[in-house]
């Protein structure tokens, strides 16, 4: 039985308030489905670096997990969001803005 997951825009808007408590900026910078739409995070490190993330599923664990699609300069990582976009109109895109790297995607299942 799949797991029980909530509308997309439900879930960005529970994650931008998880961020908004811990006082890190996050910004939606591409809307995709509202309903079924998958997700990506950008972390920017304000250094020039950042990390994207997606969910993947885990055949092993046999749930869904966060995992690093790109990371190193900030440019490189752009262009790597830009790529998924093309590939995936539905894509929402939220940017984080932290200098400690923090993305609180921990606990954060859909």
Known sequence: MPEPRLVTHVWVSAYLRHLSLADIPAYV?????????????????????ARAYVREWDLVLDSRRWTVLAEGPEREVDAAVTRQRSFDPDLW????EDRQGRHLLEGMDG
């Open 93 to 96: 895109v939220i940017e984080i």
């Open 29 to 49: 910078t591409a809307r995709g489905d509202a309903t079924a739409g998958a997700v990506l995070v950008k972390l920017a490190t304000l250094d020039g670096q």
